[in-house]
T-cell receptor, first 113, second 113 residues
Framework: AQTVTQSQPEMSVQEAETVTLSCTYD???????LFWYKQPPSRQMILVIR??????QNATENRFSVNFQKAAKSFSLKISDSQLGDTAMYFC??????????FGKGITLSVRP | EPEVTQTPSHQVTQMGQEVILRCVPI?????FYWYRQILGQKVEFLVS????????KSEIFDDQFSVERPDGSNFTLKIRSTKLEDSAMYFC???????????FGEGSRLTVL
């Protein structure tokens, strides 16, 4: 079975600063993908970034990057130069061979002006 | 950019009534999913659908729930006799498979009174 753990329920960051959101996971599969999804107040699920487990290089998408530690089963999201529009719920998620997504509980991020 | 479309965006119904939520997937996607998010809680997997049949379902997906793809385009979730605890946001997601990215619709908010 797959599990995804986000132990921080909420975080706050000053605009323009950097924040890191933590996530750990567990799986018995060799091939899997990891994702961070953003859910703004509109409640739409928006893909922020994805990481393929077989790739050692950390994924980067503009101001968003991950620190993927496969041995430790850790997948944190770093948001640089935080913007007010980054305020949202962030979910860490994982897929296995059947593409089913397993989500963590999410973390509420507030960006302060 | 292709997108997953869900209707209705919001439905209010009386307890015991039947509800059908509809999803139009991205045209070349083969894997279809329904997820549920009760307000303030994590996103939960309900069911996955591939090759015109259910490939996996969760404990939540009991006999009150059903899915089908009747005309090759719409992917529907039916709740036969709604309960108060069915009030949630229901997300349709589709993908090409092979542990790749899932694309989410904007969700259908169901309120059961």
């Amino acid at each position: 079975a797959q599990t995804v753990t986000q132990s921080q329920p909420e975080m706050s960051v000053q605009e323009a600063e950097t924040v890191t959101l933590s996530c750990t996971y567990d799986t018995s599969e060799n091939n899997y993908y990891l994702f961070w999804y953003k859910q703004p107040p509109s409640r739409q699920m928006i893909l922020v970034i994805r990481q393929e487990a077989y790739k050692q290089q950390n994924a980067t998408e503009n101001r968003f990057s991950v620190n993927f530690q496969k041995a430790a089963k850790s997948f944190s999201l770093k948001i640089s130069d935080s913007q007010l529009g980054d305020t949202a719920m962030y979910f860490c998620a994982q897929t296995g061979a059947n593409s089913k997504l397993t989500f963590g509980k999410g973390i509420t991020l507030s960006v302060r002006p | 950019e292709p997108e997953v479309t869900q209707t209705p965006s919001h439905q209010v119904t009386q307890m015991g009534q039947e509800v059908i939520l509809r999803c139009v997937p991205i045209s070349n996607h083969l894997y279809f999913y329904w997820y549920r998010q009760i307000l303030g809680q994590k996103v939960e997997f309900l069911v996955s659908f591939y090759n015109n049949e259910i490939s996996e379902k969760s404990e939540i997906f009991d006999d009150q729930f059903s899915v089908e793809r009747p005309d090759g385009s719409n992917f529907t979730l039916k709740i036969r006799s709604t309960k108060l605890e069915d009030s949630a946001m229901y997300f349709c997601a589709t993908g090409q498979g092979a542990s790749g990215e899932l694309f989410f619709g904007e969700g259908s908010r169901l309120t059961v009174l």
